[in-house]
Structures are given as structure tokens and as C-alpha cells.
């Protein structure tokens, strides 16, 4: 968790994202953060989070995002 | 069937009054027939394409959802996780073949009706240099109503089922009434099957507040429509079509003006469909937020046919800047010039497809290409120099938060939406070139004494309707900007609002007999 917040506070310093639950609902992050988190994670996790992952329920907040990760690694 | 007509009314009251008459659980294939009756006053001939384009979908939805059901059986008997894997990437290259197929013969169909004859102007022009006399002829087909906006819906319903976003339907009836719906099947809303679609399967109550609130909104995007756009249309036509007699200060006019009679249009048609929707219950997306109020380009684009864009951004702009092309670029700009680039350039990347579709979505001409790139390089430039940007502002003492600067931004934003519409406005790029040429010479400051004198064939009444109507809407805007038109309506007294509505009917009926009046369909409708 803790490399996920430091990915994604490096992307977006000026957000806090242990407290940020709705970061896609409320249009806190857009198109390019996305897209920018997710080229970190695919390379620093070794994953593959393609555009079919790319659904709110998994971007809206850190811990969202991280239930992806742990998901896709276990898989 | 034109929206603006006696006959939509009476349509729209009969089929409201059967929608709610006949058992809940048939509402929906009342709908479809509603949708078939609206379709048929266009040439009921043309449905084939949309039963074609649907079908395709339809299957390949059933057959991508079939695959995957069958897998799960197969994923839970495979004993390690090579297995699993294996079995997983079977299954993602057959989605992936029945997709891909399906999306080439459904929008194949649409591109062929939409851009042959673009095709074959910009061959014969080839031609001409190589071999003149030997012209190949254009092709003289129609393009069905409505056909960019069904293949569209269609499109996006099955990248939705291909990646397990919502199940598919397995009633074609119930998805074609989705397909079909007729208040989107004009100029929009795009919408989205698990939206508009469970939205339409649900049984629906008649409820008098909602047919109230639903009827209002129907005033007032009928009231945009014909006290507004369709009498500054005739101005903006009469100078956009004889610029060389009306150059300078009637050209600038114009440029303002045909940006003021597009928002009327089209918001004014939304607000109709939006308000027949809500009376029926039904959940259509909305498409505009104050436009004319966003701050910059980017902006203006995430307010203006908002539903375009969201279509665009999750079907072109985020699998291009997630593909591996997108991807690589990333890295690679991250390496060379450092992380902001990183995040930017497959951005860019992805926003050069964007664009170029979203400029040939609305026109098979280069004169759209060309609108669509402008609006991406000022996007572009804007988003590269932020940093620049900054520091000017904070070197000039500069806020964000003040007003002066809210105001600069929003009417440098204006003007820059409306030059851009220079492109989209005229037939070809050699006549947008020379009506900005006369945008800037032989400026005829004299009019300014009279400024009546640019409504080139509008009657002085209508002029008064057109300024009534903008104020009017603007003032609406303006307070819905800030956050209060909401809590207005709210609190409005009856008598007010009673008064608000009387008025708005009698500028209507007044408009109606007056001379300049387009009287014709809606602009986006030709997209």
C-alpha cells in the first residue's frame, strides 16, 4: 500500500490519497492521472491493468485501487 | 418528423398518454413502437441499417457473454495457475476476434454511407493531376436518420459486454428499443446501455410534479429553438454567405452570433428530449453545462456535448494511451525529459486519434479536420504551459480565484470556440480561409452607429426576440453557474413562476408568425 500512495502522490502531489474516496466520482483525477498511475503500477506491481479495469469501483480511492493489485497478483 | 412542428406535439402527447395507459411491464415495447412511428416519418426504408447494425451487435454481445460463462467451468477445474492463464488468454483472444469483427462490419456500414463520397472527392482530386478527364463519379446514397448515433450507441454497448461491464441483454427487442429510443436517435445524447437502457426496461408511474418539471424544461428548449437560434440563423447565414459584402465588424458579428444559434439549437433540442424523457419517467444523460462558462478549451469540451466526449475518452483515448504504442512513449518521454512529459505524451498521443475522429464524426470534409485539430493544439499547448503559465500569473500579481481573471478566461475561451467554428461553418477550407480574410479587412466600423444594422434580414422584432431570449437564458445561466437557479425554482413563489412562464409562452406565440424564422431542422442533426 504504502508504494501505491507514493506512486500516486507523485503523480498528484497536491492530493492526499489515504483520506480520498471518490477520486473518479468527483472528478478529482482526470484522464492523464489515470493513465500515468496506471503505467507506474502496471511497471513497479508487474501487472497488466488494461482499459477493461478501468471502472470507478476501482480507481475512486488508494485502498480501491490496491484490492486491484492484490486481486491481479493473485491471480 | 421535425421536433419543431405541430405534429411532434401531438405525436409526443399520444404517446405519452398510451405509455402510461398500457401495463407497466409493455412500456418498453411501447416505446419501441413510438421509436418505429418516429423513424418512419423519415423513410421506414432506412430501419434496415438499423436492424443490421443492431443484430450485429446483439450477437456478438451474446456470443462474447456465452464464452465467458463457458470458461468459468473450465477456469474452476484447471489445477495450477499456467492452466488458468492458458484457458484465460483462449478466452480473451476469441472475445477479442468476435469484437473486432463485429465492429468493423457495424461501423464498416456507417463509414461506408457516411465518407464515400469524401473518399472519392479527395481520389478525383488525385486524379485530376494524373489523368484528367478520368473523374470517378460520387455516389448518390442518403445517409439514414440518425445513423452516427445508433452505430455509436451499438459500438459502445458491446466494448461494454466485451469488457464485463454490464451483462448483455438477451432480449433483442428490449435492446433495440434501447437503439432506437427516438428522443437520441436525432443529435443525441450518446447514451449507454446501463443507463438509458435499464432506464427504459423499468415499469414507470405517471407523476404529475415530473410531468411539470419535464414539460418546463420542453418550454424552454423550445424557446431557445425558435425565439433565439433559428432568427440569429438568419443573420449568421445572410453574412456567413456573403462575406465579401459583409466583411470586418458583420463578419465578427456573425462568428459571436452563429456560436450563440448553435447553443440554442442544440441545447434547446436537449432540453425538448431531456423534458419528454423526464416526463416519461425515464433517465436520459445530460449534455450540456453552461459551456459558454468554462474557463478553456479543455474545459469547454467537458461542458459542450459532454456525452461525445465521454464516449471518445472511454473508447478511443484511454485504449490508445493504454496501448502498448501509448505506453512505450510514456516511458520513453519519462526517461528523456522527465516525469511531467512521462504523463503527457501518450496523452497526446491518444488526443491525436480523439480529435480526428471527432472532427470527422461531425463532417466527412477536411474543413472539420482542420476545426478538430485546432481545438487539440490549443488543448495541447494549454496543458504544456501550465508551468509557464503560472509563473507569468504569479510575476503579474495575478489570481486565479479573482474575478477580472475568471471573466478574462471565459471570454478568451468564447472567442477562441467561436474562431475555431470558421471551419466547421463553411463548406471548404479555401472559403473558411477567405472569410477569415474578411473577418480582417474592410472593417465598416460605420454599423456600430447602428447596430441593428447586423442582423443582416432579420425584422426588428425579431431582433427584439432574439436579445429578449439571449438575456433571458444567459441570466438562467448565469445563475445556475453560481449555484442559486436551483435553489430559485425551489423557493420561487407559484405567482412568480407562473408569471416567469406566461412570459416565456407569449414570446414564443409572439415568434412564431415573425418573418425571419430558418423554420428548419436541427444543426447537429446533419452530423
Redesign the interface.
Known amino acids: 500500500m504504502e508504494q501505491l500512495i507514493k506512486i500516486m502522490s507523485e503523480i498528484r502531489p497536491d492530493l492526499d490519497f489515504e483520506k480520498e474516496t471518490k477520486l473518479i466520482d468527483d472528478d478529482i483525477l482526470d484522464s492523464f492521472d489515470i493513465i500515468s498511475i496506471v503505467s507506474e503500477v502496471n511497471e513497479q506491481f508487474g501487472i497488466e491493468i488494461n482499459v477493461n479495469d478501468l471502472l470507478p469501483e476501482n480507481f475512486n480511492s488508494a485502498a480501491a485501487l490496491y484490492d486491484l493489485i492484490t486481486k491481479m497478483l493473485n491471480e | 418528423m421535425n421536433i419543431i412542428s405541430l405534429e411532434f406535439i401531438i405525436f409526443a402527447v399520444v404517446f405519452a398518454l398510451v405509455f402510461f395507459i398500457v401495463p407497466k411491464k409493455w412500456q418498453w415495447a411501447v416505446v419501441l413502437l413510438g421509436n418505429i412511428a418516429f423513424y418512419a416519418f423519415a423513410g421506414i426504408g432506412y430501419i434496415i441499417y438499423m436492424i443490421i447494425i443492431s443484430l450485429i451487435t446483439f450477437l456478438a454481445a451474446i456470443k462474447i457473454e456465452d464464452i465467458v460463462n463457458a470458461s468459468k467451468d473450465e477456469l474452476s477445474k484447471a489445477e495450477s495457475?499456467e492452466d488458468?492463464k492458458a484457458i484465460k488468454a483462449v478466452v480473451n483472444q476469441k472475445k477479442r476476434t468476435i469484437c473486432t469483427w463485429a465492429l468493423i462490419v457495424a461501423m464498416g456500414i456507417w463509414v461506408v454511407l457516411k465518407y464515400t463520397n469524401f473518399f472519392l472527392d479527395n481520389v478525383n482530386l488525385l486524379i485530376e493531376h494524373l489523368k484528367p478527364g478520368a473523374m470517378i463519379g460520387n455516389v448518390s446514397w442518403a445517409l439514414p436518420l440518425g445513423i452516427s448515433f445508433y452505430t455509436f450507441h451499438a459500438a459502445g454497448y458491446l466494448v461494454d459486454v466485451?469488457?464485463?461491464?454490464y451483462p448483455a441483454e438477451r432480449n433483442y427487442f428490449k435492446y433495440l428499443t434501447f437503439i432506437s429510443y427516438f428522443p437520441h436517435i436525432i443529435q443525441g445524447p450518446f447514451s449507454r446501455f446501463d443507463e438509458l437502457g435499464v432506464s427504459i426496461k423499468e415499469e414507470h408511474k405517471f407523476s404529475y410534479d415530473r410531468m411539470c418539471e419535464g414539460a418546463a424544461r420542453m418550454l424552454i428548449g423550445f424557446f431557445k429553438k425558435i425565439v433565439i437560434a433559428d432568427k440569429i440563423g438568419v443573420a449568421v447565414n445572410a453574412i456567413f454567405g456573403n462575406y465579401e459584402t459583409y466583411s470586418g465588424v458583420y463578419m465578427l458579428f456573425a462568428m459571436f452570433a452563429y456560436g450563440i444559434q448553435l447553443y440554442a439549437d442544440f441545447a434547446g433540442y436537449m432540453d425538448i428530449v431531456c423534458g419528454f424523457s423526464k416526463i416519461l419517467g425515464i433517465n436520459l444523460a445530460e449534455n450540456f453545462k453552461r459551456p459558454y462558462f468554462a474557463k478553456t478549451v479543455d474545459e469547454f469540451w467537458r461542458r459542450w456535448h459532454i456525452t461525445l466526449g465521454t464516449w471518445f475518452?472511454?473508447y478511443v483515448?484511454?485504449?490508445v494511451?493504454?496501448g502498448k504504442t501509448?505506453?512505450k512513449m510514456?516511458?520513453w518521454a519519462r526517461q528523456k525529459w522527465g516525469?511531467k512529459m512521462?504523463?503527457?505524451l501518450?496523452?497526446y498521443f491518444?488526443l491525436i486519434f480523439v480529435w480526428t475522429a471527432t472532427g470527422l464524426w461531425h463532417g466527412a470534409n477536411w474543413t472539420y479536420l482542420v476545426w478538430g485539430y485546432l481545438n487539440l493544439i490549443v488543448i495541447t499547448m494549454t496543458?504544456q504551459l501550465t508551468d509557464f503559465y503560472e509563473k507569468l500569473k504569479a510575476k503579474l500579481h495575478i489570481k486565479s480565484e479573482a474575478l477580472y481573471w475568471k471573466v478574462f478566461c471565459i471570454v478568451r475561451t468564447f472567442i477562441l470556440v467561436c474562431f475555431f467554428r470558421f471551419f466547421s461553418a463553411a463548406p471548404d477550407i479555401t472559403t473558411a480561409v477567405k472569410m477569415l480574410k474578411y473577418t480582417g479587412i474592410n472593417m465598416q466600423w460605420n454599423v456600430l452607429t447602428s447596430p441593428t444594422k447586423l442582423f443582416v434580414d432579420v425584422e426588428y422584432i425579431d431582433i427584439f426576440f432574439i436579445i429578449i431570449g439571449t438575456i433571458i437564458i444567459t441570466l438562467i445561466d448565469i445563475l445556475d453557474e453560481v449555484g442559486v437557479w436551483e435553489k430559485i425554482k425551489l423557493k420561487c413563489p407559484m405567482i412568480i413562476r407562473n408569471l416567469g412562464f406566461t412570459i416565456i409562452i407569449m414570446l414564443l406565440i409572439m415568434s412564431l408568425g415573425s418573418k425571419s424564422d430558418l423554420m428548419g431542422g436541427f444543426m447537429y442533426a446533419s452530423f
Open positions: 495457475l488458468k466485451y469488457r464485463s461491464k475518452k472511454d483515448f484511454y485504449p494511451s493504454m501509448g505506453q510514456g516511458k516525469a512521462g504523463k503527457l501518450p496523452g491518444a496543458m
